[in-house]
DNA sequence: ACTAACAAACGTAATTATGACGTTTATTAA
DNA sequence: TTAATAAACGTCATAATTACGTTTGTTAGT
């Protein structure tokens, strides 16, 4: 039987980076659709992968549940970071392909969600919603009011990356002094001393050397680290410090 | 004519701070309800302030909108925080007594908002729904699942104001370094070092000293300041600081 | 008029963190 | 062998932080 569904909507930006061509992607999926009648064409863009809440489901497990359907991935990095609703959402005459909204007279009101991952970690190739990853200074144009979503996204990241050793979430499981420097670049949009920034990274507890370097490189290989979340955890718990 | 409702509301959790107690305060109204067969209390506790969503308000707007009917107050710091919507949050017998609910089988989904502004803009006496102030140390019984909207609200609150200078929006124009002490301390639920906090703190270019000091004190009376936002936003207009 | 009490306000020294650079090292490709 | 290049290490001046001690200005009580 189907779930019965609600006038309410999750949307899920899903992060992931690349770090061979140094760039943080996002996962888009293709919306297309012409009139049989008159072979206008009346959506041909991308959208963020969202659906409506279950009535019987919490909003974390609907945005965990879009994201399981999409990836096939569960126990990602997760933040609901802004609900949407303004009255004008259900205008947009593309908003038709989705038979379901139709079922109300309501606006929906979508709860955005993003979420973190290794890009490694996805086999595109394997998705129903021809899937793909986009770099995100370089989108295609999107539906809905999913631009505004993606940028308010980005900037509730911008700042929970420097709060939160959430960078971590989006890197392979070894990695490079330079890949976190990378993304951080990638992320913040700005350019960091190398030099200063391995000290900085270095002397943290919970970045640990481990006993490998790159191989498979043409330069001197890189030492090779992990992060620590136990240490990160019992070193770092709420250790507030007044900045402003 | 009535305005049309949405199975969505918006909740307000009202932040307040008393100089003189040096309390951290939240504003709740009653609810009470006994049924009239029974004489048995239904409800006795209280609850955030909130409502269902027009159909034709943004989210923002319908939060604004409940503030002024509370307090009388517009243009109050506003952030939006989290949206809360688990399947069984219209399970609670004590939820009957909002009627307007019992139009939709739906469950309702909230967005939750903060609101930071000075207790003494308030005149809580000309309240009609019997407003009070409570210290968030000391709070009542609260009603549906506003315990933990508050809680979530006071986490947010205590990160937000160590990012921006959020706090001067709970202070009166003209304070005293130790009335910003104070309140990061009411917020935090930390102590900190007066003499590292004072210099810290006067060094701010956007702390302007006044050409005036505490009246009706019966101590040393102490030199008061006032926030300049013109001066922060020239001067700290994106300054991400790399922290973890 | 003097003094105790007390919060406001100022001061200092050691340590740590930051910003802005210069230099050396290990690797591959030519 | 060597040039090229990214990785890794080093230095120094300045700023920020931590952890305290001391002085000042006011009122209230004697």
Redesign the pocket.
């Known amino acids: 039987m189907p779930n019965k569904i609600l006038n309410i909507s999750v949307d899920c930006v899903v992060f992931g980076y690349d770090t061979n061509t140094k760039s943080l992607n996002l996962l888009l999926i293709k919306r297309y659709l012409e009139s049989e009648a008159t072979k206008e064409i009346l959506v041909d863009d991308y959208v963020l992968t969202g659906y409506h809440v279950y009535e019987d489901e919490t909003l974390d497990d609907s945005a965990t549940r879009v994201l399981k359907e999409l990836t096939g991935l569960t126990d990602q990095y997760k933040k609901q970071f802004k609900a949407f609703g303004n009255p004008d959402r259900l205008m947009n005459k593309k908003d038709l392909i989705w038979s379901e909204k139709e079922a109300f007279n309501l606006r929906t009101v979508t709860v955005a969600y993003y979420f973190l991952l290794k890009t490694e970690d996805v086999d595109v190739e394997a998705n129903k919603y021809k899937a793909k990853w986009f770099p995100i200074r370089a989108l295609p144009e999107l539906g809905f009011d999913h631009q505004q979503i993606i940028e308010e996204a980005h900037e509730d990241l911008k700042i929970k990356c420097l709060a939160e050793p959430i960078i971590f979430e989006l890197l392979p499981n070894k990695f490079?002094?330079?890949?976190v420097q990378d993304l951080y670049e990638s992320i913040l949009g700005i350019e960091i001393?190398?030099?200063?920034f391995?000290?900085?990274l270095?002397?943290k507890k919970y970045i640990i050397p481990l006993d490998e370097?790159?191989v498979g490189?043409?330069?001197?290989?890189?030492?090779?680290y992990m992060f620590s979340k136990d240490i990160y955890q019992k070193m770092y718990h709420k250790n507030y410090?007044?900045?402003i």
């Open positions: 490079t002094i330079n890949d001393d190398n030099r200063n391995r000290r900085k270095i002397n370097k790159q490189v043409s330069k001197k290989p890189a030492q090779l410090l007044i900045s």
